[in-house]
């Protein structure tokens, strides 16, 4: 994964996400971005559910989601995210 760094017009490469999967939602809250849900390479939905640590650059597993899915809504995290 990659994001812009606006301070400097260039791309920062962050560590890889555990699972390897497309179609996640990701939030960001609390200066953290969580991780959820998608498809694998088969397009078989995921439980995953991963929160990235910008000062560890490190993700950390999470307990998985109730259901596999992809495209979950991201609300803002106080009213929950499923």
Do not use: H
């Not at 760094?5 to 609390?30: H, I, M």
């Amino acid at each position: 994964m990659e994001v812009p760094n606006v301070k400097d017009f260039q791309w920062k490469r962050l560590a890889p996400l555990p699972s390897r999967r497309v179609y996640c939602s990701l939030l960001e809250t609390g200066g953290q971005v969580y991780a959820i849900g998608g498809c694998d390479d088969n397009g078989v939905p995921r439980d995953s559910f991963e929160v990235y640590s910008p000062e560890a650059d490190q993700w950390t597993a999470l307990p998985p989601c109730p259901q596999p899915g992809l495209g979950w809504p991201s609300p803002p995290w106080g009213r929950g995210s499923w």
